[in-house]
T-cell receptor, first 112, second 113 residues
Framework: SQQGEEDPQALSIQEGENATMNCSYK?????LQWYRQNSGRGLVHLIL?????REKHSGRLRVTLDTSKKSSSLLITASRAADTASYFC????????????FGTGTRLKVLA | EAGVTQFPSHSVIEKGQTVTLRCDPI?????LYWYRRVMGKEIKFLLH????????ESGMPNNRFLAERTGGTYSTLKVQPAELEDSGVYFC???????????FGPGTRLTVL
């Protein structure tokens, strides 16, 4: 079965630095999404990138998608303490189904 | 507009007891999903409702789990009897038909002792 894997599992950086997280998946997809989870809270949708897109920006977020390598990266620029959270990529399971396949997540800690 | 809500936020029960989790989706969202995250592992799909019908329940771990969505509005997920390995965070998500984004609730943290 398809499984997303995030890399690294944990990341600790200083405020103002950039944070890069990677995600790999195993089967073909229609789109890939990134979510954030703050401690004790639900998943917040950050950005969606479609399989025919290579790069997408939203504020301080930059997402890339390489379907040939079945991988995606999330870059957070000029990080803030409030960015401290777990970040997950989620892929759809292909045509005919709406369920998401999530990775194990990257725990990001931004030190003030 | 209210988002997806889940109740309770945290439940602590003994092994063998029954627990019922509730999810209220965003009004007008026909699609409702349950997911679960067991400690340290990935978030896994449990099942998908379209209105009151179960569209896909391939992720339900076993017959101790029963999900319902009466009238196509809120949904409940009952675990009976609960086992230690059922501990984790249970997320609910809803989605408007034809759109990609699923909106997630805050989750219910279930602890089985």
């Amino acid at each position: 079965s398809q499984q997303g894997e995030e890399d690294p599992q944990a990341l600790s950086i200083q405020e103002g630095e950039n944070a890069t997280m990677n995600c790999s998946y195993k089967t073909s997809i229609n789109n890939l999404q990134w979510y954030r989870q703050n401690s004790g809270r639900g998943l917040v949708h950050l950005i969606l990138i479609r399989s025919n897109e290579r790069e997408k920006h939203s504020g301080r977020l930059r997402v890339t998608l390489d379907t040939s390598k079945k991988s995606s990266s999330l870059l957070i620029t000029a990080s803030r303490a409030a960015d401290t959270a777990s970040y997950f990529c989620a892929t759809d399971a292909g045509a005919g189904t709406y369920k998401y396949i999530f990775g194990t997540g990257t725990r990001l800690k931004v030190l003030a | 507009e209210a988002g997806v809500t889940q109740f309770p936020s945290h439940s602590v029960i003994e092994k063998g007891q029954t627990v019922t989790l509730r999810c209220d989706p965003i009004s007008g969202h026909d699609n409702l999903y349950w997911y679960r995250r067991v400690m340290g592992k990935e978030i896994k799909f449990l099942l998908h409702f379209v209105k009151e019908s179960k569209q896909d329940e391939s992720g339900m771990p076993n017959n101790r789990f029963l999900a319902e969505r009466t009238g196509g509005t809120y949904s409940t997920l009952k675990v009976q009897p609960a086992e230690l390995e059922d501990s984790g965070v249970y997320f609910c998500a809803s989605q408007f038909s034809g759109y990609n984004e699923q909106f997630f609730g805050p989750g219910t943290r279930l602890t089985v002792l």
